[in-house]
C-alpha cells in the first residue's frame, strides 16, 4: 500500500510569484485535504477535494485554488505570494468525505519559503 | 476563533514519567477527537482517537480522558519513553457532514533519560 506522497519536498519563492504543490493519495483514497502548517502552530485547514470538486474551505483567501483529478491525486495552487504564506503544505487523504472520523493520513509536506 | 485550545505548549518529562497534555473545544456540535503525533521532518500521524459517548480509551500506554461537560479532553502517555519525544496535537471534527478537522496548536514533548 502507497502512502500519501508530495513534491516538491522544499522550494524557494520570491513575493509575487506563483508556486504549485502536488500531492498523490494514499491508494484506495479518494478525498484529499490540502492544510497549512506555520513554524510551531498546529496546522490550519485551507480546503478539501471529493469527486474533483472542492468539498468545503477554510479560513484562507481565493489565490489559494486547488484541482483533484480523476486518479484522486491534487494540486494547490498559490498565487501572489507573500511572506506569510511560508510554512509546510501538508496534504491528507481519506477513505471517504473528510471529517467523518476525522482520521486523516498525511503526506510529508512541502516546505514552502517566500523571500 | 481558536476552536481547540491545548496546553502546555511544550512539556518535558523523564523517561518513566507520565506525560499529560490537555485540550478543550467551544463547538458543541464536534463529535470525534483524535490525536496527531508529529516527528520532525514528518507529516502528522493518528495515534488515537475517542468519541463523546465513553468517558476514557486506552491503547497502549497511551489514553485519553474525556470530560463531555466541561468540554475537555485529555491525553495521558504513561512510562514515557524518549521515543515518545514529538510534537502532539489535539484534534476535533463533526461526524455528521463532511467538513474540516481543526487542530490544537500542539505540545511540544521532550522526554530525557
Known amino acids: 500500500e502507497t502512502g500519501v506522497t508530495q513534491s516538491p519536498t522544499h522550494l524557494i519563492k520570491t513575493r509575487g510569484q506563483q508556486v504549485t504543490l502536488r500531492c498523490s493519495s494514499q491508494s484506495g483514497h479518494n478525498t484529499v485535504s490540502w492544510y497549512q502548517q506555520a513554524l510551531g502552530q498546529g496546522p490550519q485547514f485551507i480546503f478539501q477535494y471529493y469527486r474533483e470538486e472542492e468539498n468545503g474551505r477554510g479560513n484562507f483567501p481565493p489565490r489559494f485554488s486547488g484541482l483533484q483529478f480523476p486518479n484522486y491525486s491534487s494540486e494547490l495552487n498559490v498565487n501572489a505570494l507573500e511572506l506569510d504564506d511560508s510554512a509546510l503544505y501538508l496534504c491528507?487523504?481519506?477513505?471517504?468525505?473528510?471529517?467523518?472520523?476525522?482520521?486523516?493520513?498525511f503526506g510529508e509536506g512541502s516546505r514552502l519559503t517566500v523571500l | 476563533q481558536q476552536q481547540v485550545k491545548q496546553s502546555p505548549q511544550s512539556l518535558i518529562v523523564q523517561k518513566g514519567g507520565i506525560s499529560i497534555i490537555n485540550c478543550a473545544y467551544e463547538?458543541?456540535?464536534?463529535?470525534?477527537f483524535p490525536w496527531y503525533q508529529q516527528f520532525p521532518g514528518k507529516g502528522p500521524a493518528l495515534l488515537i482517537a475517542?468519541?463523546?459517548?465513553?468517558s476514557e480509551k486506552k491503547e497502549g500506554r497511551f489514553t485519553i480522558s474525556f470530560n463531555k461537560s466541561a468540554k475537555q479532553f485529555s491525553l495521558h502517555i504513561m512510562d514515557s519513553q524518549p521515543g515518545d519525544s514529538a510534537t502532539y496535537f489535539c484534534a476535533a471534527s463533526r461526524g455528521t457532514s463532511y467538513d474540516k478537522v481543526i487542530f490544537g496548536p500542539g505540545t511540544s514533548l521532550s522526554v530525557i533519560p
Open positions: 463547538n458543541t456540535a464536534f463529535d470525534y
Open positions: 475517542i468519541r463523546p459517548d465513553v
Open positions: 491528507a487523504s481519506s477513505p471517504r468525505p473528510g471529517g467523518f472520523t476525522g482520521e486523516l493520513f
